[in-house]
């Protein structure tokens, strides 16, 4: 039965107690006057009130209090019943219960209980009499608001209570919820802290470590309660950002940044220490910092030894490894031999340094050898259990647990290992082992690099000593005439250094503008004719003013883009010479004003005889004078002079003959003609002699013989004269070694010019009829389907374009070849080599070249390579396709072209030592043996061709094809039976 209470209708009736003061005993309700004073001034609200009484009376009661106070804002449902105010509670909001603990359903404390079940959230306040106050205090203490004494309460402080038990629980509600909110504030803030990647420490002001995440946890290697508690045993500043070591319990040293912050941790000032674990970046910047210091001992090193000891070091010492070797491949015994070793100073390694000395490696054999083999790095975890390892017991012996080798590599092969041992167990490190690996490649380089660089240095040295040492002058000039090379001898006329030379020009050190202005003007006209040029006369003043007579040879030096680039010049001295001829011209005036004179004196006197006696004897004295002149100009002359009987008995000889043979004059006058000239044949002397006459000289080529069996060719000028009444011979020899080696150049320059034409002729010749033939072919179709095309089917159109096509397609190939070839031939072709699949390659160009025949020929494929090979079985070749291609459709096209229709044609391809073999074999009409000679030259074409289209270029290309990649071609053929081509490509680096 449900009752609702309203004070609309209803009297006011007193309560029980009216004191505002009242204070109840232990137990009893306490009122504060203030809250009192304060809830009565509250907005007025209308409060939902469940009164469960099953005592009308009491309800009647409370209701007539609540109506005495004039408490409008209460709405007041009264049920008898526990289930009955479920229900209620179900089906309308309540604000407060005021609960009797003895109902029907429901007895004691029990009552309160199945109430907070079925309604936690709604305030109860219980309604007890005075016999039962204990009753209500242990209801309070399970959490009931309050309780009220039926006999003792009036209708104001029912009024408050229920304000007081209502307004106490929202505020219970509001704070259970604003606790529940900063749980899950906290519940965040300690999963972010616990699952954040850095460490995070917090520290009182003593340093005592009061909180520690999971990650710092992981970096101290230890859980919160070794920790917490604890000193922090590392100095940190608050501020600051710094680097630790920290040595886990299991030896691990990971290195972490810590950054310091001041905080308040539980009220009191704390320091929150970050902590990131920068171990990886550390280790990173270690191996890059390890790679810069072999970058710079390599750039820095003066010899290989060196740059291995300090490798070695560098390497070990960054890495922390105890111990490292260099083994190099000694090429003769295809073995590897200890070369360099380095161990810490506290490392005791006699044993293994010992075994490792007298040792070397196959390949394939320890660790060492197995990197040679496979050309990759190697890490040997635990070296005890090693299987593969002839140094073990001494490895074991001198404490060594861990080792990783790498190789040293050049562009084609492996020349070394570098190994490194640790006194530690390590785990393989992939990335270390890659870092090595470019390492061993970069050591290779260097190793390369050097070798060449010594190989320049001692050719440098050896091309210096060559032109230092030769009595020419020998000097490159710019464009600008500026010296870039001279030897000793330049520098000698200019009296300075080769270094001084170097940049400058003769204008710097030859004061005679005269000559300097010649000297510019020889060499502007030897680059402007693109022509080697001979200088035969051409004066220089020395340092010292003296004049020197040099003869010059000047050739251009052309850079592979047809620039001239520089001037070579040599210069050979002829001042001796030019000094005798001289001298030689002032005697023939001497004597000749000397013989006029003669003969007039002759003439006036002939009439005295002692006269006569007496010029005679002045002109004997004149001409013994003159004769030993003319004695003392032969031997400064710069022929070689020879007088000698009929015999061939030298009887004299001047100093340049001596010079130039190479003998002393005593040694050259014990001599005969027939010791010195090789051609000499007395048989042939004495009709030489035979035909000379006297004072009229004849010149004649030899070849003189040096005493040191070396030869040289002279041009010699015989004069026969009589001495003592005896015939004689006087000759005189020059060296005409530059002289014939100047002709040779001319005649060879001459022979290129004439290929040249001929090759220009034969263009021409066969790019005419090549042309004419398919042109002449175009225009008549042309004409045809012009004229009378509406007289033919679309069958017959169709054929006639099918010609034109044809036609067409034929110059575009000539056109193609010519193109191609003088690419080639200009340096001009782009060679770009990349993996391919020859075999697939070989057999779609096959396919191809059958379609294109019409299969008119059997044209059948073979390869020792096939698709079923794996790919770690099929070899690899790098080449330039394209090339490739021109070189094998020449060759395929050919072989069907000269072969008659029907017959077959056999294409090989065969692989051996790294190189590609191609084999092109046909049955046709075979190539003369006399002209299989000249098949690669540009237009060049077999005699036996006949009727048979082409132009001669396509071997031309084949040939220029093989040679960019650096292979060669062979040619078997026999007529009427059939030609083989055979080409050997090698795989190229792309």
Request: hydrophobic share 40%; net charge negative; charged share 25%.
């Amino acid at each position: 039965m449900k009752e609702t209470f309203g004070t609309e209708n209803k009297n006011p009736l007193q309560s029980s107690s009216n004191r505002p003061d009242i204070e109840h005993n232990a137990g009893k309700l306490r009122v504060d006057m203030h809250y009192y004073e304060t809830v009565d001034h509250l907005q007025p609200t209308v409060y939902k009130i469940v009164l469960v009484e099953d005592n009308p009376e009491d309800a009647h009661l409370v209701r007539e209090m609540l109506i005495d106070v004039g408490a409008e804002q209460f709405k007041v449902m009264h049920v008898k019943q526990l289930s009955e105010a479920f229900e209620h509670i179900t089906s309308d909001d309540c604000d407060l219960v005021l609960l009797d603990l003895s109902l029907p359903d429901g007895q004691s404390l029990d009552t309160l209980l199945q109430m907070q079940v079925f309604a936690p959230t709604i305030p109860i306040m219980v309604l007890t009499n005075l016999s039962d106050e204990h009753l209500a205090v242990q209801a309070v203490r399970q959490g009931a608001q309050d309780y009220l004494v039926k006999d003792e309460m009036d209708g104001k402080w029912l009024v408050r209570g229920m304000r007081y038990a209502i307004e106490r629980n929202r505020l219970r509600i509001n704070l259970e919820a604003r606790t529940q909110e900063l749980q899950h504030r906290e519940t965040n803030f300690y999963n972010m802290i616990a699952t954040n990647v850095d460490g995070m420490i917090i520290l009182d002001t003593q340093g005592v470590v009061r909180f520690i995440n999971p990650a710092a946890q992981a970096m101290f290697g230890c859980v919160a309660e070794e920790i917490l508690g604890e000193k922090f045993s590392y100095s940190l500043t608050p501020g600051k950002t710094r680097e630790l070591c920290i040595l886990r319990p299991n030896g691990d040293t990971p290195t972490v940044e810590v950054r310091v912050v001041e905080t308040t941790w539980e009220g009191s000032t704390a320091y929150l220490a970050s902590l990131r674990d920068i171990t990886a970046r550390k280790q990173a910047e270690e191996r890059q910092q390890m790679q810069f210091a072999v970058t710079r001992i390599l750039e820095t090193a003066g010899t290989l030894n060196a740059a291995y000891e300090q490798i070695l070091e560098a390497i070990a010492k960054a890495l922390g490894w105890v111990l490292g070797q260099v083994w190099l491949v000694d090429p003769n015994f295809q073995k590897l031999r200890l070369h360099s070793s380095w161990h810490q100073l506290s490392l005791s390694a006699t044993n293994f340094e010992d075994n490792s000395s007298k040792i070397t490696f196959l390949s394939g054999e320890g660790l060492p050898g197995y990197v040679w083999q496979h050309n990759q790095p190697a890490w040997i975890a635990d070296i005890s259990h090693a299987k593969n390892f002839p140094r073990l017991s001494a490895a074991v012996t001198d404490g060594l647990q861990t080792a990783l080798a790498f190789p040293i590599c050049n562009a084609t092969q492996v020349i070394g290992v570098i190994e490194f041992y640790s006194c530690d167990r390590r785990q393989p490190d992939e990335n270390l082992l890659q870092i090595m690996t470019d390492i061993g490649r970069q050591i290779g380089q260097f190793i390369e690099r050097k070798q060449a660089e010594a190989a320049l240095i001692a050719q440098e040295s050896f091309l210096r000593q060559v032109i230092d040492t030769s009595p020419n002058l020998i000097f490159v000039k710019d464009g600008q005439g500026k010296f870039t090379l001279a030897n000793q001898a330049v520098a000698n006329i200019y009296g300075t250094t080769i270094e001084n030379l170097i940049g400058k020009t003769d204008a710097d050190f030859n004061r005679k503008s005269q000559q300097v202005e010649q000297l510019i003007k020889s060499d502007l006209e030897s680059m402007a004719t693109l022509q080697k040029q001979i200088i035969f006369e051409e004066k220089i003043t020395d340092f010292t003013g003296k004049t020197h007579w040099f003869q010059t040879i000047q050739k251009p030096l052309i850079s592979p883009d047809s620039n001239i680039c520089q001037m070579l010049g040599i210069s050979a001295d002829i001042t001796e010479r030019k000094t005798a001829e001289i001298v030689l011209k002032k005697i023939n005036e001497q004597l000749k004003i000397r013989v006029d004179s003669r003969t007039s004196e002759l003439k006036l006197t002939n009439y005295k005889l002692k006269q006569e006696n007496i010029q005679r004897s002045r002109a004997e004295s004149a001409l013994r004078k003159s004769e030993e002149r003319f004695r003392q100009l032969l031997e400064q002359a710069g022929d070689a002079f020879f007088l000698h009987d009929p015999e061939g008995k030298l009887i004299t000889v001047n100093q340049r003959a001596c010079d130039s043979l190479g003998y002393t004059r005593e040694e050259l006058l014990n001599l005969t003609l027939a010791d010195v000239e090789i051609n000499f044949l007395s048989h042939k002397i004495a009709e030489k002699w035979q035909e000379m006459a006297f004072g009229i000289p004849i010149t004649l080529n030899g070849l003189h013989l040096r005493k040191d069996g070396t030869t040289f060719p002279v041009e010699v000028s015989l004069g026969k004269f009589e001495l003592d009444g005896q015939p004689h011979i006087l000759a005189l020899a020059r060296d005409i070694t530059e002289r014939q080696r100047a002709e040779l150049e001319i005649r060879n320059a001459l022979e290129k010019e004439k290929q040249l034409n001929e090759f220009k002729s034969n263009f021409i010749t066969i790019a005419s009829h090549e042309f004419r033939t398919p042109l002449t072919s175009i225009l008549a179709a042309a004409e045809v389907l012009e004229h009378y095309g509406y007289k033919y089917t679309e069958e017959k159109k169709l054929s006639y374009l099918h010609r034109i096509q044809s036609s067409v397609n034929h110059m575009t190939e000539l056109l193609n070849d010519v193109l191609i070839l003088a690419k080639v031939e200009a340096g001009k072709i782009e060679f770009k080599p990349h993996k391919i699949d020859l075999y697939q390659f070989c057999r779609e160009l096959t396919e191809e070249m059958a379609i294109t025949d019409k299969n008119q020929h059997k044209i059948i494929f073979i390869s020792n390579l096939n698709e079923s090979l794996s790919t770690l079985e099929a070899p690899s070749f790098c080449m330039d396709e394209k090339l490739l291609r021109h070189i094998l459709i020449n060759l395929l096209s050919n072989a069907i072209k000269y072969s008659p229709a029907g017959s077959t044609v056999r294409f090989e391809l065969d692989y051996q030592e790294e190189k590609a073999i191609f084999y092109v074999h046909d049955q046709g009409i075979g190539i003369p043996l006399e002209n299989q000679n000249l098949l690669f030259q540009s237009f060049y074409r077999a005699k036996n061709v006949g009727n048979i289209s082409g132009t001669g270029l396509g071997l031309a290309i084949v040939k220029n094809a093989i040679d960019l990649h650096g292979g060669s071609i062979n040619v078997k053929s026999d007529l009427g039976v059939g030609t083989t081509f055979t080409v050997v490509l090698p795989s190229i680096s792309p």
